[in-house]
């Protein structure tokens, strides 16, 4: 369960509100990390005086960072500011403008708005990048990665345990590959995972070539009990490799958030936005599941269920906008909801969706998130 600290007197959603209004901007900041006992001094703070990250702080603000201390803030004006103790820092204009400049994109991948970080296009619209479902067939397993463009040549193949199994067989085709092979089900290797089940992996065979670049496979995951037992299979998952133009611009940008100064989840959060944004989700899962793992953040979770939503994984979608559903702010129970809400309309539960859209409408009508509300509304209204 994921609580947000009230430390800091305000919630991210309200940073969101700010920017979406027709009033001057107040000037906020983000504490994207946090290290050491860093205190909070200033308008607005109440009780428990300890920083904590993803905390919105308003203008003049001061943390006093401790010896061997540090704390990254993002400023609302697209700076970020790295302090290192011991030192007492005040959120002004002027002490963020003397920090770094982030493009609109970068300012995107750290700053959450409406309840989510905002690196997958089109989650407002019903249709937009809806990608299959997790099969009807409960011995099938289901394919988890790689799904959508992968970022290695060489990658791991994951999916659902199948209790029953006694054989997998796993088959990639494309133009010049064809992995075909069968493996028993007790040789495989499954962990449990966030999400409370169990996930069978299998590296890459270190005896097959790499995937070329720009080209697109089809992989096939199959289970059956015995010998004399039918194959149960998933549906063919696509997998592209990206071209090494678009590798080496990716790459690039990695590189330049390395050396923006984010840390710790941050970073990782910072650099699965941007996997995410150049369609290689299955990457971005790991890098926010990382990022949740060392920063628990309700944002970071409907993220994350974003990224499951869009890969087709509606199942793991819907466990995690649940528990985000759960002591986070209106903001981040209008993104769960909307998004329950696809996951049901892609199941073909319309009933279900159009409760979940209502419920979403009335928070972000709350929240006076005007284009949020009314994509609410429309999806609400395909069911009037």
Request: net charge neutral.
């Amino acid at each position: 369960m994921i609580r947000r600290s009230m430390m800091g007197v305000l919630l991210i959603s309200g940073l969101a509100t700010a920017t979406r209004t027709g009033q001057p901007l107040e000037l906020l900041g983000i504490l994207t990390q946090v290290a050491g006992a860093v205190q909070l001094a200033g308008p607005g703070v109440k009780g428990d005086p300890l920083a904590s990250p993803w905390q919105v702080v308003r203008a003049g603000v001061t943390l006093r960072v401790p010896e061997r201390g540090n704390v990254g803030i993002v400023c609302s004006n697209s700076r970020f500011v790295r302090v290192q103790g011991p030192a007492a820092w005040s959120l002004t204009e002027q002490a963020c403008a003397a920090g770094q400049e982030l493009t609109p994109a970068e300012y995107a991948l750290v700053a959450p708005q409406a309840g989510r970080f905002k690196v997958v296009n089109g989650l407002m619209l019903l249709e937009s990048e809806m990608r299959g479902t997790d099969g009807d067939d409960p011995l099938a397993p289901l394919t988890l990665s790689p799904r959508s463009a992968v970022r290695s040549p060489r990658p791991t193949v994951s999916w659902l345990r199948v209790p029953s199994a006694t054989e997998y067989r796993v088959e990639l085709r494309g133009r010049g590959i064809h992995y075909d092979t069968l493996l028993k089900g007790g040789d495989i290797a499954c962990v449990a995972s966030p999400e409370r089940i169990e996930i069978c992996s299998r590296p890459w065979p270190a005896d097959f070539p790499d995937l070329p670049p720009g080209e697109t496979f089809f992989l096939g995951i199959a289970s059956h009990e015995g010998i004399a037992e039918p194959w149960h299979r998933s549906e063919l998952v696509e997998v592209r490799t990206l071209a090494i133009t678009d590798a080496g611009r990716l790459e690039d940008r990695l590189r330049r958030l390395d050396r923006l100064g984010f840390e710790g989840a941050a970073l990782q959060s910072a650099h699965a936005g941007l996997l995410a944004e150049a369609g290689l989700y299955t990457d971005a899962a790991d890098a926010y599941r990382a990022a949740l793992a060392a920063t628990p953040s309700p944002e970071l979770l409907v993220t994350l269920a974003d990224v499951y939503l869009v890969s087709g994984l509606h199942r793991l979608a819907e466990l995690r906008y649940r528990e985000a559903l759960s002591n986070a702010p209106p903001s981040v129970r209008a993104a769960a909801s909307f998004g329950l809400g696809r996951v049901e309309y892609a199941r073909g539960g319309y009933r279900e969706a159009a409760i979940f859209f209502q419920q979403a409408r009335k928070l972000y009508a709350g929240l006076k998130l005007e284009g949020e509300e009314e994509a609410a509304r429309l999806a609400e209204d395909r069911f009037r």
